[in-house]
């Protein structure tokens, strides 16, 4: 069974820091790209930032780039989103997906599994 849980949410104010957790299971991990992607109240879901296990390749939105960090602990099965300089605009449920692939990471629209998502409240 595949499972995708994310942690690591919270409240914190802005020009704050908060790293999020991805921890996946019931796939080969090494063959997946991860995605990390946010959806705020009233809009549409974005990608955020994702990394392919297997080539090790990342790639950032424009909104988030130069303060998000994305990372893979492929031995814990486990992606991370350091995430700096947090602004209000950055409030939103943050999602972890997964889909097979090497390349293309940064194609949002066809990741397969999800997870439940984690909320990240930036106040101002």
């Known amino acids: 069974e595949v499972r995708i849980v994310e942690s690591g949410g919270g409240l914190v104010q802005a020009g704050g820091s908060l790293r999020l957790s991805c921890v996946a299971s019931g796939f080969s991990f090494d063959d997946y790209a991860i995605g990390w992607f946010r959806q705020a109240p009233g809009k549409e879901r974005e990608g955020v930032s994702c990394?392919?296990?297997?080539?090790?390749?990342?790639h950032y939105a424009d909104s988030v780039k130069g303060r998000f960090t994305v990372s893979s602990d492929n031995a814990k099965n486990t992606v991370y989103l350091q995430m700096n300089s947090l602004q209000p605009e950055d409030t939103a449920v943050y999602y972890c997906?997964?889909?097979?692939?090497?390349?293309?990471?940064?194609?949002?629209?066809?990741?397969?599994?999800w997870g439940q998502g984690t909320q990240v409240t930036v106040s101002s």
């Open positions: 997906a997964a889909d097979r692939r090497t390349f293309y990471c940064e194609h949002f629209d066809y990741y397969e599994y």
């Open positions: 990394i392919s296990n297997s080539i090790g390749s990342t």
